[in-house]
């Protein structure tokens, strides 16, 4: 079973991004609803996948690693802090 490569995840992440614009945050699951109707199963390939991108992960809105952050994250446009 494979889910959607790396590009079409990251265009989505960053269309969301800038969609919401700076400043404003969104959760990666909205990336993952948006690719997969069983979409929990994509949430460890949508951190990964963050985390390689110009965006900004954080947890009660402090910055955190998405890769090893327990619990929900919102992401964000770096930059826009």
Known sequence: MSGPGDEVIAAVLMDLAEARGRGK???P????RALASDWR???PEI???AATL???A?????PVDPLSARG???LSLAGSD
Do not use: D, K, N, Y
Not at 58 to 62: E, L, N, V, Y
């Open 47 to 49: 951190r990964r996948v």
């Open 41 to 43: 199963p994509l949430m």
């Open 25 to 27: 945050t969104f959760c």
């Open 58 to 62: 954080t947890q009660r809105g402090r």
């Open 54 to 56: 110009p965006l900004v």
């Open 29 to 32: 699951s909205e990336a993952a």
């Open 72 to 74: 929900p994250i919102r």
